[in-house]
């Protein structure tokens, strides 16, 4: 199969690099996680404390072969080529060999390498800010089937002959966060829908998080818990919760909500990926 390379801009506009005439990807080199651990070290005791690792800059380089016909060809093939690479925004890309996972990511500069007269090389290297990959799907808005084309089912950790379900109807249920990197909503993104009557407790009780709401919710309301901010038919309750947060591990998540007639819950997450 062909390796394609394509981009997709904030505004939905999608390009694959081949369709610029004459533009061949030769290769993708993803060139994995980036760990940074930080150390303190303490006047009179021996070794280091350790502070922790998070994941830094992560590069991508894809390279390419221009076949032109003349060097006016070339010329107009290398401007052409700078346009859509070059953006004041972010995009995402994502590539043949894992269509499910794409990376938010800025374009380092680059130069062209002449091999002949109408034609040449040129090596990208992409800056991926957030050091790791999201799934193209969104687990509130693209069910998860083999009939998708939001989803890699090989290789973006799926269980086989399991169900995923992420809106719930009942009190305890299981959510399944299938990448390798713990949704934190203090930094990543994940949309809780909370629907019924009485006074909402949801438990995780795979990572003992729990949020609760200390108001009653009304049959026709809805809370929402956005990032860190809970709110409430859109308008910001915090002072009304115990500013708990919820967080998904990977793999399955033990959930509990409590306190709630016929309740409903939904979440809305990324799966993220070293």
């Known amino acids: 199969m062909r390796e ?35 150390y303190t070290q303490l006047v009179g005791v021996d070794g ?33 080529i700078w346009s859509k690479l070059f953006d004041y925004d972010a995009y995402y890309i994502t590539w043949t060999r894992m269509p499910g996972i794409r990376y938010l990511v800025h374009c380092r500069p680059f130069q062209f390498t002449k091999v002949s007269y109408g034609a040449g090389s040129f090596t990208v290297e992409f800056e991926a800010p957030r050091g790791f990959g999201e799934s193209i799907g969104r687990t509130d808005l693209d069910p998860i089937n083999m009939q998708s084309d939001k989803y890699q089912m090989i290789g973006q950790g799926f269980p086989i002959n399991e169900d995923l379900i992420y809106t719930h109807k009942e009190n305890s249920f299981r959510i399944f966060n299938a990448g390798s990197i713990r949704i934190n909503p203090r930094f990543q993104f994940l949309l809780i829908r909370l629907k019924g009557t009485g006074s909402p407790t949801l438990t995780n009780r795979t990572t003992g998080e ?12 809805e ?12 308008v910001n309750c915090g002072r009304d919760t115990n500013h708990g947060l919820i967080s998904l591990a990977p793999g399955w998540n033990d959930m509990d909500l409590t306190g709630l007639n016929n309740p409903e819950s939904t979440f809305g997450f990324y799966f993220l990926y070293k």
């Open 223 to 234: 809370l929402i818990i956005e990032g860190v901010y809970p709110k409430l038919n859109g």
């Open 48 to 80: 280091q404390r350790d502070n922790g690792t998070t994941f830094g800059l992560r590069v991508i380089q894809a390279t390419f072969l221009f076949d032109g016909i003349d060097r006016w060809d070339y010329t107009l093939a290398t401007r052409e």
């Open 4 to 38: 394609t390379l394509i981009i997709e801009k904030k505004d939905g506009t999608k390009l694959e690099i081949n369709e610029i005439k004459g533009a061949h990807l030769i290769s993708v080199d993803d060139q994995g996680p980036q760990p940074v651990t930080e």
């Open 210 to 221: 729990v949020f609760k709401y200390n108001q009653t919710l009304g049959d026709s309301e």
